[in-house]
């Protein structure tokens, strides 16, 4: 997998379009055929929507208060000047 990204880094990157798609499909797709063919499941990689709730709460306990933390700032420097969004 550290080949790929090194040969998308170093090599091929931006040589045709969909290149950076392309990367992201065969990494993610390399790493579930690994896991598939050792007969892991994703609860057996602790991926499981059991304690969704509790690792919510825990979270947001440290991302909620950044978070307020960075807009806050950013609206009393005034500095919320954003480009208008591009349509394809």
Same mark, same amino acid.
């Given at each position: 997998?550290m ?6 880094i170093?090599?091929?990157h ?7 798609? /392309?990367?992201?499909? &065969?990494?993610? !797709?390399?790493? $579930?055929? =690994?896991?598939?063919?050792r007969?892991?499941? %994703? #609860?057996l /990689?602790?991926?499981? &929507?059991?304690? !969704?709730?509790? $690792?919510? =709460? ?6 909620? %208060? #950044? ?5 806050a ?16």
């Open positions: 997998m080949v790929v990204l090194a040969s998308f170093w090599g091929w931006g040589s045709f379009p969909g290149s950076g798609l /392309l990367v992201v499909v &065969f990494y993610f !797709g390399l790493g $579930a055929l =690994r896991h598939a063919r007969r892991e499941t %994703p #609860a /990689l602790g991926l499981g &929507f059991n304690n !969704g709730r509790a $690792a919510f =709460r825990n979270v947001s306990g440290v991302v909620l %208060p #950044a978070a307020i933390l960075v807009l700032t950013g609206a009393m420097l005034d500095s919320w000047h954003f480009p208008p969004w591009q349509r394809f």
